[in-house]
């Protein structure tokens, strides 16, 4: 269960059935949590949100004050972002870069590079001599480090410490650094080091991946006598769908990142979330069209589905959600269908049996007509679904409360 605030709860009621379903954003909420997730952090510590969580452009200026820069991982999200917060500073990283991408970063000036390979970095190389000759481009080189103390073990998502298509192998790195110092490169200047390792860690996890990263890099730098000043370790940090009201510990975190910074003074260390940023701020609110038994057991059929929200089908797990029982009278000639039973299973209007938001929805009496809000629903949400399957029409987009300060 995870109550709407009350400026998501008040416009949810005002809606009619036809403005179903709708995401709606509290950018208040938003600011509210960014700004204690930044006063958590030590202020050496810069934060950079990864825009792939959720790049709505009202999401992305709201967060601009609290925020030192943006990770993008396309072109598309390039240009995305460089317009919708003109000026902030980019981190370009990602799989897969195509040449015309890069070209498109280096005419955009972008700040950093996260480079994902070799190959990539002959290619970037070559770009930024031919088109930003007077520059020299930050590069900070991803790896795909192992970290072996059990740290990844509750991860939701590892894109490290085993094979992925995700960053350099650590066995690389000898070479990596000799090309990037060594003259072969002099558009080039080696910044740091880029990991990011896996998704769906709590703060004790993080601090020791963290701890590992900047071992690892510090270790990396004395070897080849560089000076190396930026390690980002990363996003990831832990969003529980099953307990929505639970937070990251970002207080435990910040205090352990100081220490970690207070240990090496000369280094900036970055981290760049998405999920624990933005999921909180994002509801999907849809009504009851049918409330039907099935063998035994009650389904509620909901206007959307996960053609909106996908979350809960690539996650599989139940999307906490809050019902608001509608007492409005029933419009129909025809009889308003009810559960039997206290608990439902809420389904979207797909033919497939995938299509499932939440099992076990403790909804005693339930009927058509009442309204359902999915709660934790502002990252990896509407823009990670398959919009089109179906041909269903999309749904209202709300951005609730203010994107700046009062
Ligand atoms: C997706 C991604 C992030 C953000 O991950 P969250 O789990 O949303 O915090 C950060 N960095 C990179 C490189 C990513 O691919």
């Given at each position: 269960m995870t109550l709407p605030t009350p400026a998501v709860r008040a416009r949810v009621t005002a809606l009619r059935p036809e403005e179903l379903p709708a995401y709606l954003y509290d950018l208040t909420a938003l600011r509210e949590h960014v700004a204690g997730v930044r006063a958590a952090l030590p202020e050496r510590v810069e934060l950079y949100y990864a825009a792939k969580a959720n790049p709505e452009p009202e999401i992305l200026s709201a967060l601009r004050p609290y925020v030192d820069g943006y990770e993008v991982s396309s072109g598309g999200e390039l240009a995305h972002v460089g317009k919708a917060v003109p000026g902030a500073p980019l981190a370009f990283g990602?799989?897969?870069?195509?040449?015309?991408?890069?070209?498109?970063?280096?005419?955009?000036?972008?700040?950093?590079?996260?480079?994902?390979?070799?190959?990539?970095l002959h290619m970037l190389a070559d770009l930024a001599a031919r088109l930003a000759p007077e520059r020299r481009i930050a590069v900070l080189a991803r790896f795909n480090l192992s970290v072996d103390d059990g740290s990844l073990d509750g991860s939701s998502l590892a894109m490290g410490g085993r094979p992925t298509p995700f960053g350099l192998d650590p066995a690389q790195a000898d070479d990596v650094v000799a090309l990037l110092t060594d003259g072969t490169y002099p558009h080039l200047e080696l910044r740091g080091i880029h990991a990011h390792?896996?998704?769906?860690?709590?703060?004790?996890?993080?601090?020791?991946?963290?701890?590992?990263?900047?071992?690892?890099?510090?270790?990396?730098?004395?070897?080849?006598?560089?000076?190396?000043?930026?390690?980002?370790?990363?996003?990831?940090?832990?969003?529980?769908?099953?307990?929505?009201?639970?937070?990251?510990?970002?207080?435990?975190?910040?205090?352990?990142l100081d220490r970690l910074a207070a240990a090496h003074p000369d280094l900036t260390l970055r981290i760049e979330p998405g999920r624990a940023l933005t999921a909180y701020c994002g509801w999907y609110a849809t009504e009851v069209l049918d409330v039907k038994r099935s063998h035994g057991e009650d389904f509620a059929v909901v206007r959307g589905g996960t053609h909106h929200l996908r979350t809960p089908a690539t996650k599989g797990h139940d999307q906490p959600c809050t019902v608001l029982p509608s007492d409005e009278p029933w419009p129909h000639p025809w009889p308003r269908s009810a559960a039997e039973g206290d608990r439902v299973t809420v389904t979207g209007q797909l033919c497939t049996p995938k299509d499932v938001l939440a099992r076990d929805v403790p909804a005693p009496g339930l009927r058509a007509g009442d309204r359902v809000v999915f709660g934790v629903a502002g990252a990896y949400a509407w823009n990670i679904s398959h919009h089109d399957f179906l041909m269903h029409p999309?749904?209202?987009?709300?951005?609730?409360?203010?994107?700046?300060?009062a």
């Open positions: 990602g799989p897969g870069k195509t040449p015309a991408e890069v070209a498109q970063a280096l005419e955009l000036g972008v700040e950093r590079f996260h480079v994902e390979s070799v190959y990539e390792l896996a998704s769906g860690l709590e703060a004790p996890e993080q601090l020791a991946v963290a701890g590992a990263i900047v071992t690892w890099s510090v270790r990396l730098a004395e070897r080849h006598r560089i000076t190396l000043s930026e390690v980002t370790i990363g996003g990831g940090m832990a969003v529980d769908y099953a307990e929505p009201e639970a937070r990251f510990d970002w207080a435990a975190f910040g205090a352990g999309r749904p209202g987009f709300h951005f609730l409360g203010s994107a700046e300060d």
